[in-house]
C-alpha cells in the first residue's frame, strides 16, 4: 500500500509527542509512505510578536499558548523526513470579487478580512503541495492531506478502504478537511486556489467563507456528492506542546 502524505500550512507543534507519535503509529509505520510538504517558513522572522500587523500572521500565532518555535522547520525535517518540500515567506492573500460576495452574504465582522487572507492562504498552500507531487500522485494507492499539528486518535485500516471515495470525517460541517484520505482520481480538488481565482466558486455550497466550504465547492464541481464516505475520522487540532486536542 503506496501513501502520500501531503503536508500543508505551518509547521507546528512539531515538538508535540503526540502528533507526529500518531502519524508514525497510524500511517508511517503501516504504510509504504511518502511525505511532501509545502510550509510556510521565514528565515528571518521575528519572534517579538508585539508590533505585528494583522496581515502578518495568522490568529493563532497571536495567541499565547500558541509561540512559534524556531527549530520547527529542522524538526519537522528531521522527524517527518519529506521526500519533497518547499517552503514560502508568509504573504498577503486578497480576492476582491469574492470579497464583495462575502459582504453580500455573511457577517463580516465575524468573517473579517484578516481571516479571509487566512483560508486563502491555506489554499495556496495546499496546491502547492499538489504541485510538488505532480503526475507521481498516480503512484499511490491513496494520498492524505494533513497537518503537523493534528493528533490521530485513530485511523481506519486503508486497506479496507474503497478506492473510489473521498474518506472523510461524519463531524459537524458538510466538508470537514481535517485527514482527508482518497485516490489519486479526485486530485482536482486539491486546486482549490486556482478555483477561487477563476471566480468559480458555488455560494450556495458554502455555509461560511472558510477553506473547507471553498474546497468543498471545487469538490462539487469536479465531482459528485455520492463520492464521498463520511465516517467517524478522530483527528484533534491541537493547541499547546504538551496538549492531546479537544475531546469532540
Known amino acids: 500500500m503506496k501513501v502520500a502524505c501531503l503536508y500543508y500550512g505551518q509547521p507546528r507543534f512539531t515538538d508535540n509527542p503526540y502528533c507526529y507519535e500518531s502519524h508514525k503509529k497510524f500511517i508511517f509505520d503501516k504504510y509504504d509512505a511518502d511525505v511532501y510538504a509545502h510550509l510556510w517558513w521565514d528565515e528571518d522572522e521575528d519572534y517579538d510578536r508585539s508590533h505585528v500587523t494583522d496581515w502578518e500572521f495568522s490568529s493563532w500565532l497571536q495567541m499565547e499558548k500558541c509561540p512559534k518555535d524556531p527549530n520547527d522547520l529542522e524538526r519537522f525535517v528531521d522527524k517527518w523526513k519529506p521526500l519533497k ?19 453580500k452574504r455573511y457577517d463580516t465582522e ?21 504541485e510538488l507531487i505532480g503526475d507521481n500522485i498516480r503512484d499511490y494507492d491513496f494520498v492524505i492531506t494533513i497537518r503537523t499539528d493534528i493528533n490521530i486518535w485513530d485511523y481506519p485500516d486503508l486497506n479496507q478502504l474503497p478506492t473510489n471515495k473521498l474518506y472523510l470525517s461524519n463531524h459537524a460541517m458538510p466538508f ?12 482536482r480538488f486539491l486546486r ?3 478555483h477561487c481565482e477563476k471566480n468559480l466558486v458555488n455560494w450556495d455550497a458554502c455555509w461560511a467563507p472558510v477553506a473547507e466550504a471553498f474546497k468543498y465547492s471545487c469538490f462539487k464541481r469536479n465531482y459528485s456528492e455520492t463520492d464521498l464516505l463520511r465516517a467517524p475520522l478522530p483527528l484533534r487540532l491541537v493547541r499547546g506542546v504538551d496538549c492531546k486536542g479537544p475531546t469532540w
Do not use: A, C
Request: charged fraction near 25%.
Open 85 to 103: 518540500m518547499k517552503t514560502s515567506k508568509p504573504k498577503e492573500f486578497w480576492n476582491q470579487p469574492m470579497w464583495d460576495e462575502i459582504e
Open 110 to 130: 465575524r468573517f473579517h478580512k484578516k481571516n479571509f487572507h487566512n483560508q486563502l492562504s491555506q489554499l495556496y498552500s495546499v496546491q502547492q503541495v499538489s
Open 176 to 187: 470537514p478537511d481535517l485527514g482527508l484520505i482518497f485516490p489519486p482520481r479526485f486530485r
Open 192 to 194: 482549490t486556489y486556482e
